[in-house]
């Protein structure tokens, strides 16, 4: 499985940006899709996940603010995000989880892609 991520960007406080995660190879029937953020000298945290029923997730420090979707007809999962603040600064990966149960840790995950920057000026 392979998962390419793109959507990142440089953007000002307040602004929106859309990242999307597409997977390719092998696929599964039951699994999460995440998205996970790493910040320099930081641990890598849970953002948002959906999984293949329909069950999303998102971290406190995001709701409200990203939503992530599936697109079937893109093969993508997105996840749109408004109101960018500079703490959201970080390289984002997405991550697949195969089988049962919706977990956060990054630990859980089987599969990753590459990352994509995002940066947020104030």
């Known amino acids: 499985v392979q998962l390419q991520a793109s959507g990142g960007g440089v953007v000002q406080a307040g602004d929106f940006l859309r990242l999307s995660c597409t997977p390719s190879?092998?696929?599964?029937?039951?699994?999460?899709m995440s998205w996970f953020r790493q910040a320099p000298g930081k641990e890598r945290e849970f953002v948002s996940g959906i999984g293949s029923i329909g069950t999303i997730r998102y971290a406190d420090s995001v709701s409200g603010r990203f939503t992530i979707s599936r697109d079937n007809a893109r093969n993508t999962v997105d996840l749109q995000m408004t109101n960018l603040k500079p703490e959201d600064t970080a390289m984002y990966y997405c991550a697949l989880r195969s089988g049962r149960g919706f977990f956060t840790g990054p630990t859980n995950y089987d599969y990753w892609g590459q990352g994509t920057q995002v940066t947020v000026s104030s």
């Open positions: 190879g092998r696929t599964f029937s039951t699994y999460v």
